[in-house]
């Protein structure tokens, strides 16, 4: 909580944040834009698809149950442009896609889930149904015949995981890479050892000090386009938000 106010109050007060910015005709087409300071001209732009169990809710960034989603969208709009697409956007417009703590096969998930605590009936009825699992499971689609023209088109893919994750295992994101690579893709995993599902995108920002999956990411921007001043990139040496023993306290009570 005290890691909590002092980020709500940054999102509520700064004026680099712009709030519930309206994308889309339905009622949850709303984004947050975040604009770097004492910048001008233009920028790398990164989107962000935060996780929530599929029920809470350029670069492109997905993580947990929004790695999933990130990763279904990008591969079903690379299927299409195999095809006769008419939407907006292309997969050609993203320069890389990273998945953080993501899942990929939900044929192997479901029995994991329940165990877990997200219970086999309320999952498939997020899911669609049992049927729908394998269209929904990213890993299992990049392995059909039929898409092998499509994968070529995706944007370079890079996967982070904590290989102590509970929640959704390190070898959804071991087991896709696979997949990935077999089919030609450009396709890289960074593995954190001892490091939880919520560990890379929550307690260790908290936490303060490097940040060395945001380091990566950065990296990856910068080596894309030379151009962009190393300053403007440049990752700080996060400050400390939460004492060390509420997050361990934190950790002993989470579900994830």
Not at 78 to 85: H, K, R, T
Request: hydrophobic content about 45%; overall charge neutral.
């Amino acid at each position: 909580m005290p890691g909590f106010i002092q980020v709500l109050y940054y999102y509520f007060f700064s004026s680099q944040v712009h709030r519930s910015v309206v994308y889309g005709e339905q009622p949850r087409n709303r984004l947050d834009l975040y604009i770097p300071a004492g910048t001008t001209g233009l920028k790398p732009v990164v989107a962000f698809v935060t996780g929530g169990a599929w029920i809470i809710g350029i670069y492109l960034v997905g993580q947990s149950a929004g790695a999933h989603i990130a990763a279904c969208t990008l591969v079903n709009q690379a299927i299409s442009e195999c095809g006769e697409d008419t939407s907006t956007w292309s997969v050609v417009q993203l320069k890389a896609y990273f998945g953080i703590s993501g899942g990929y096969n939900l044929l192997n998930l479901v029995d994991h889930f329940h165990r877990r605590g997200l219970y086999r009936s309320v999952f498939l009825s997020i899911m669609e149904g049992e049927e729908s699992l394998k269209k929904f499971s990213p890993e299992v689609v990049v392995k059909e015949v039929a898409v092998r023209s499509a994968v070529s088109l995706l944007p370079r893919i890079i996967l982070f995981h904590g290989t102590a994750d509970c929640s959704m295992p390190s070898a959804e994101s071991e087991a896709f890479l696979d997949a990935l690579q077999q089919r030609g893709a450009r396709a890289d995993l960074f593995l954190y050892e001892g490091k939880t599902h919520t560990d890379l995108f929550l307690q260790d920002p908290l936490r303060g000090g490097r940040d060395k999956m945001l380091e990566e990411i950065v990296a990856v921007i910068q080596n894309d386009d030379p151009g962009l001043s190393a300053q403007h990139l440049a990752v700080p040496v996060a400050r400390r938000l939460v004492p060390e023993f509420m997050l361990r306290l934190a950790g002993r009570v989470s579900p994830f």
